[in-house]
């Protein structure tokens, strides 16, 4: 496949609070996740509510690779939210732009 794209890196952001369901912060996978990205923050002194993660699709792909192999390992419950599929692009929609980006 031909790349057509002169971009080096592809960048995935959620607005502040898009991502967010009571169900889903409730349930032992969101509270695993939450411990591992806290503990990979306090390794690195970094006290911060703003996270990103990146490296090679590899990297990432074997990071969240592995936060699903524990969970299947030692059983961690995962409750699926199903709901609004809908796209968001942050160009789009300038009060939410303003608000994250400042």
Do not use: W
Request: glycine share 8%; with cysteine.
């Amino acid at each position: 496949m031909e790349n057509n794209s002169n971009k080096d890196i592809a960048v995935f952001t959620f607005a502040r609070g898009s991502q967010l369901h009571s169900n889903i912060i409730e349930t032992d996978s969101y509270r695993f996740v939450s411990r591992i990205i806290n503990s990979m923050m306090a390794s690195n002194g970094v006290d911060t509510p703003k996270v990103g993660l990146g490296g090679t699709k590899e990297d990432v792909s074997c990071f969240i690779a592995g936060l699903i192999e524990y969970q299947l390992l030692y059983n961690v419950n995962i409750e699926y939210e199903i709901g609004d599929t809908s796209e968001f692009d942050p160009d789009l929609d300038s009060e939410v732009y303003d608000d994250e980006l400042g």
